[in-house]
């Protein structure tokens, strides 16, 4: 079978360059469509419930709320643990499916038991799934400052519960627009609200309670609807607009009669502008601000995202009040750049050294430039079976990848093609014709081709092993090794069907195999410590053993991380 593929090679070569350019072509727009990012993704299948419980202490966040809910999860199918954390107001439970299980399934059936044991928690408690995201999801990071100058229309000072109501409702409604953006989350500033603050005196000498109040406030903070009214052809909506607006509307809600005198809020209540009680805070350098996180939907590019993003925050940040300004502190996308710079300073000095040392020791530049062509062919082939099998390119899938390894093959079937070319022509006596040259490439690479595949064979069941880690260890290490498994299969199919179809259009004419200088001076300083190495066998074997066993001891003390 690998004859047959040989012998069509190259005999049909024009047929086989055509097939690699389309492969080439179809790499280079795969390269396109390739995920980028820093780091691979090492968040497991989880779903987070996470519930409100205001003014619950942390025992009583465990016993009423934390421990229904996770009890409630026991059973889902393909369920690996549950962890859970409580602390006052809020309790976070963590569902950890099996690796495999489709996100949006998971939900689903959290979210069935969270109808179930919803009627087992304490009233009022909202309870809700976090975002569709994972750890590495904070893609972008931004505050929400004002200039030291600016000033609102009254004349006043922009306070930190102004900029929490700008983040909350110009900048963040906008920012979920965006494709890929799963939620945009807000820390800092206070949130605005208005406070009705009931005096016990004045309570008691109306015979009133808390309820009363309570109930009257939600009582006339509701707009309703009551039909409409046909008239001459027309309709008219009939509506009551009750909700309040402002601290005055507030204060004028009657709460109650005495004697038919009407009972307000103001009579028994101090009403005021305050904020949200908080656990936590955001500061820039010694200063407090409003920081915005956008949080990148599970599966997105977070380059791609995070560049959609900062375009439209700089959109928003045109219509936000004068003086106000978005400023970014963390975007993804300098990262990513930064890594991919690095990758890409790592595999072009590598490649490029590769091909000088193909120069150096081939003597021959077109079959040197044949044999440097398979890099780049089996990057593309490794980059399409990177898009397909949803691997993103990274410094981990990526800066494992060794040229000399991937051309290892094809340089010992363009050496051998060479030497036999050489050595016929001069057995010959003249320039071989175009059916003998092809006869004489068929018999070098054959004679190699099945010791270069197995050596490649032998190279590839290397990262075999890293295929069956699991858990983060499999997150980590298997984008690694599959990206070397297709990058070495690719180079393994070249070897068979582009090598040697592009040493037959290639190498023509007189081919002569000499030395040149790179290789007599290598030969010079090889040939004397050979013949050393022979003669002192049992020294050399000494210190080999010797490095083995320190090299050993020193591995015993080397960290990890």
């Not at 990848?401 to 050496?415: H, K, L, R, S």
Request: net charge neutral; with cysteine; hydrophobic share 45%.
């Amino acid at each position: 079978m690998i004859d047959g593929m040989l012998s069509f090679a190259i005999h049909q070569r024009w047929f086989v360059m055509i097939g690699v350019l389309a492969m080439a072509a179809f790499g280079a727009w795969n390269f396109t469509r390739l995920p980028i990012d820093a780091v691979p993704d090492i968040t497991n299948v989880q779903v987070q419930i996470n519930s409100r419980a205001s003014g619950y202490s942390p025992l009583e966040v465990e016993q009423r709320i934390t421990f229904p809910v996770e009890t409630a999860m026991g059973g889902l199918p393909n369920l690996e643990n549950t962890r859970s954390q409580s602390r006052y107001g809020l309790s976070q439970v963590t569902v950890i499916f099996k690796e495999g299980t489709n996100i949006y399934f998971a939900r689903q059936l959290v979210n069935e038991r969270i109808q179930q044991v919803r009627d087992q928690l304490p009233a009022g408690i909202e309870t809700a799934m976090g975002p569709v995201s994972t750890g590495l999801g904070e893609i972008y990071m931004f505050t929400v400052e004002a200039k030291p100058e600016s000033r609102k229309a009254s004349g006043e000072p922009y306070t930190e519960s102004d900029l929490r109501t700008i983040q909350d409702w110009i900048i963040r409604p906008q920012l979920r627009t965006v494709p890929g953006v799963n939620e945009v989350n807000t820390v800092g500033g206070f949130e605005r609200q208005f406070h009705v603050l009931p005096d016990p005196a004045q309570l008691m000498a109306y015979k009133l309670s808390f309820r009363d109040v309570m109930t009257a406030l939600a009582a006339n903070n509701a707009d309703v609807g009551a039909g409409y009214i046909e008239r001459n052809g027309e309709q008219y909506l009939v509506r009551t607009p009750g909700q309040v607006a402002n601290i005055d509307e507030i204060k004028e809600i009657v709460i109650g009669t005495r004697n038919g005198i009407p009972m307000r809020v103001s009579d028994i209540a101090d009403v005021r502008e305050g904020t949200d009680l908080r656990t936590g805070a955001a500061t820039l350098n010694g200063k407090e601000v409003v920081l915005g996180t956008a949080m990148l939907l599970i599966g997105e590019n977070s380059r791609t995202v995070a560049q959609r993003v900062a375009a439209k925050l700089k959109e928003i940040s045109r219509s936000l009040p004068d003086g106000v300004i978005a400023h970014t502190v963390y975007d993804r996308t300098r990262l990513v750049e930064a890594t991919i710079a690095t990758v890409e300073k790592n595999l072009l000095e590598g490649a490029l050294l590769v091909v000088v040392v193909l120069f150096l020791t081939l003597g021959n530049f077109k079959a040197a430039i044949a044999t440097a062509c398979v890099i780049p062919l089996s990057m593309l082939f490794a980059i399409t079976g990177m898009v397909e099998n949803k691997v993103s390119a990274n410094l981990m899938s990526l800066g494992a990848i060794d040229f000399g390894i991937i051309i290892d093959g094809a340089v010992i079937i363009v050496e051998n093609c060479l030497r036999r070319l050489a050595t016929e022509q001069h057995r010959l006596g003249r320039v071989l014709d175009r059916q003998e040259r092809f006869e004489t490439i068929l018999a070098g690479s054959r004679e190699v081709i099945r010791p270069s595949l197995f050596g490649t064979f032998i190279i590839a069941v290397v990262y075999l092993p890293i295929l069956t880690l699991t858990g983060v260890e499999g997150k980590m290490f298997t984008p690694m090794a599959l990206t070397v498994l297709m990058a070495l299969a690719g180079a393994s199919i070249l070897s068979v069907t582009f090598v040697p179809a592009a040493v037959a259009l290639l190498v023509t004419g007189k081919v002569s195999e000499h030395e040149n200088f790179f290789m007599r001076g290598a030969r010079r300083i090889y040939t004397p410590l050979l013949a050393g190495s022979i003669r002192n066998g049992f020294g050399v074997s000494a210190i080999a053993m010797l490095l083995v066993v320190v090299c050993g001891i020193a591995a015993t003390r080397m960290g990890g991380e």
